[in-house]
């Protein structure tokens, strides 16, 4: 079965350092890529999607995400972190023909330090 | 446009009540999931419509949940006989094509 793997599930960083969260999928064929955002109380926020176009996907608030199939991984990175970015981040995969239903990561809580 | 509304936004139950929780997707949209979101279990797959077709049930936990899509539109997500393993945060989402939409969730409590 399909499955997600985020390496750490906190990350803390300061402010203007690089972001990097990891995700690794396990699939034979590559997937459909996703990062969500959660704020808290809020629902999920998509950042960026890997849907076989460009292996190197930039997203929204300055993330972006390079799909490496060698690695079966998608890293999120962010090159300078800013305070307004603390929140969950979730990487998600889907079948391709599958219906779309995603398979989530247990989740990185990012932190950022002033 | 308006975004994926889901009601209520919290519910408060006793274990045995039934709830039902609503959601209504993007406009246009023809599939429609049902996520679960709790600390155990983190984000889990429950229910999925795509147009007329058949849903796929294949994340429903037991019996006790039920989803239906009236007119290709608005969803209703009922668990029955709730139990305490019940309480997290149900989410919907809706999309088009590859991407999902998100509504803000329900959160159930179960005493």
């Known amino acids: 079965a399909q499955s997600v793997t985020q390496l750490g599930s906190h990350v803390s960083v300061s402010e203007g350092a690089l972001v990097l969260l990891r995700c690794n999928y396990s699939?034979?064929?590559?997937?459909?890529l996703f990062w969500y955002v959660q704020y808290p109380n809020q629902g999920l926020q998509l950042l960026l999607k890997?849907?076989?176009?460009?292996?190197l996907v930039k997203g929204i608030n300055g993330f972006e995400a390079e799909f490496k199939k060698s690695e079966t991984s998608f890293h999120l990175t962010k090159p300078s972190a800013h305070m307004s970015d603390a929140a969950e981040y979730f990487c998600?995969?889907?079948?391709?023909?599958?219906?779309?239903?995603?398979?989530f990561g247990q989740g990185t809580e990012l932190s950022v330090k002033p | 446009g308006a975004g994926v509304s889901q009601s209520p936004s919290n519910k408060v139950t006793e274990k045995g009540k039934d709830v039902e929780l609503r959601c209504d997707p993007i406009s246009g949209h023809t599939a429609l999931y049902w996520y679960r979101q709790s600390l155990g279990q983190g984000l889990e797959f429950l229910i999925y419509f795509q147009g007329n077709s058949a849903p796929d049930k294949s994340g429903l936990p037991s019996d006790r949940f039920s989803a239906e899509r009236t007119g290709g539109s608005v969803s209703t997500l009922t668990i029955q006989r709730t139990q305490q393993e019940d309480s997290a945060v149900y989410l919907c989402a809706s999309s088009l094509k590859n991407e999902q939409y998100f509504g803000p969730g329900t959160r159930l409590t179960v005493t």
């Open positions: 699939s034979s064929v590559p997937p459909y």
């Open positions: 890997y849907t076989s176009a460009a292996t």
């Open positions: 998600a995969v889907s079948e391709r023909n599958q219906g779309g239903k995603l398979i």
